[in-house]
């Protein structure tokens, strides 16, 4: 019997009581599982395995079949905050198939459980609720309580989410062994000052100012600014969908264009309707 962590990446109907759900387990790797009676409303199994759901699973491991049975399933973390933030959803959706198509196949993934935990943590958090920011360890309040107008000058940046899927991109690309070196100009080898100049996606180079000279960049500017707050390890991005677009097609020109990510559509849906985001 295997107990292990899991994230619910895809679910889909396979007849009219059951579920066929694909999870990244945090022990085995991707692991699909057919959920009996999984759709009936008294399903012991609730929220559990909704897609996006962090959940702890028990199965019987058979090597025979495909199709592993499900035993029990009990939520970790319904992500609630996440469903309510369309965008957020959409971003969720969108890494949650990409690990689905384009991890390897029946082998731990062991990087990109906590990678994608993470993300959908971060993703999670209260939209605009100040109240709950985490001080860092060594800062806590009660340890050393902030001296007066201090606290009124924090000023939080307004979208602290804005930059976890580029994070998590950047972060994909690292663990797949098309590691993006941020820091260095591709052209003259010296580190890159600032925002860079240019990026190629079909390459992942980075140019510096004076490497590009008069030419004029093939990259814009909110792709190349979305790069430097990456590389200072900003969690907040301002036009976050040009980086994340730039990371996504240099993404797809190193695994292929085999595969389509689906859920980008409703991503690009949903960006028309949040363009700042
Ligand atoms: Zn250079």
Sequence with gaps: MIKSRAIVLHRYAYSDSSWIV????????????IVKGGKRKESPFKGALDPLALCEIVYRENPNT???????ASVI??????????????KAQVMAEIVLRYAPAGVPLEGEFPLLENALAALDEPAGDNSEVKLPADNAPESKPPEAGVAAD??????????????????????????????????CGLAIEGAPADFHPETGA??????????????????????????????????????????LAYLRNHIGFLREIHSLKFLNETRK????G
Aim: hydrophobic share 40%; net charge neutral.
């Design 22 to 33: 694909k999870a990244l387990t945090e022990e085995c790797g991707i692991v699909s599982f």
């Design 66 to 72: 495909e199709l592993q049975f499900l035993k029990e």
């Design 77 to 90: 973390n319904w992500h609630a905050h996440l469903r309510e933030d369309l965008l957020s959803l959409a």
């Design 154 to 187: 924090i000023k939080l940046p307004m979208n602290r989410k804005s930059g976890v899927f580029a994070r998590w991109l950047l972060d994909i690309c690292d663990l797949w062994g098309y590691t993006l070196d941020l820091h260095t100009c591709s052209r």
């Design 206 to 247: 980075f140019v510096c100012k004076s490497c590009l000279g008069v030419e004029t960049p093939r990259a814009k500017k909110e792709t190349l600014d979305g790069f430097f707050a990456l590389r200072t390890g900003n969690t907040a991005i301002a036009n976050p969908e040009f980086t994340e677009n730039a990371l």
């Design 273 to 276: 309707l949040f363009p700042s």
